[in-house]
């Protein structure tokens, strides 16, 4: 139950695209939900994150929809770009016990 | 402002010894949290300490410790090392305990051989 999963594992994209990843919970104590971006060799940094109470969120180029009847939640990358190419995790915390837990990752390549 | 920074950036150990990972906290932080990241996987949290107490702690048995310093920098320790703790260990800073904006380290790489 305290697990999130997160598809697809990787992905390809050309420039411009929409690539949409994906994850689901099972914890309905979940009210927090990240999504974090790696470059290799450095540590994740957040990119933007979302509350329950709003069905979706987005800054800049990057958007988080949210299900809570499905209890899902997907990041859309808008006018995707090769800089984007990096490993995207998705996390989720509930607030009794705040610890994050990550899916497994998707690693994003978008081509030139 | 300077940032999350960890040491040693790599490190190589045979397994039954012990090691001791750094971090310190970026300016004003006083919240520290260790990860553990196995290759092609998420981050899995280990503990965290907010003034000097831990402030909770993931499923990692006892063998791994940790401490805060009184400047908030942090040590991870780990003793009688087995290979499955090859991974790499992530240091994350916030201004609060609980679920502040966590901002993390480049990270050590751990090798038990």
């Known amino acids: 139950q305290q697990q999130v999963k997160q598809s697809p594992q990787s992905l390809i994209v050309q420039k411009g695209g929409i690539p949409i990843i994906n994850c689901a919970y099972e914890n309905t104590a979940f009210d927090y939900f990240p999504w974090y971006q790696q470059f290799p060799g450095k540590g994740p940094a957040l990119l933007i994150a979302?509350?329950?109470d709003v069905s979706e969120k987005k800054e800049g180029r990057f958007t988080i929809s949210f299900n809570k009847s499905a209890k899902q939640f997907s990041l859309h990358i808008m006018d995707s770009q090769p800089g984007d190419s990096a490993t995207y995790f998705c996390a989720a915390s509930g607030d009794s016990n705040y610890q994050l837990i990550w899916g497994a990752g998707t690693k994003l390549i978008i081509k030139p | 402002e300077t940032g999350v920074t960890q040491s040693p950036t790599h490190l190589i150990k045979t397994r039954g010894q012990q090691v001791t990972l750094r971090c310190s906290s970026q300016?004003?932080?006083?919240?520290v949290s260790w990860y553990q990241q196995a290759l092609g996987q998420g981050p899995q949290f280990i503990f965290q300490y907010y003034r000097e107490e831990e402030n909770g702690r993931g499923n990692f048995p006892p063998r791994f410790s940790g401490l805060q310093f009184p400047n908030y920098s942090s040590e991870l320790n780990v003793n009688a090392l087995e290979l499955d703790d090859s991974a790499l260990y992530l240091c994350?800073?916030?201004?609060?305990?609980?679920?502040?904006?966590?901002?993390f380290g480049p990270g050590t790489r751990l090798t038990v051989l």
């Open positions: 979302i509350r329950p």
């Open positions: 994350a800073s916030s201004l609060g305990r609980g679920r502040d904006t966590q901002y």
């Open positions: 300016s004003g932080h006083n919240t």
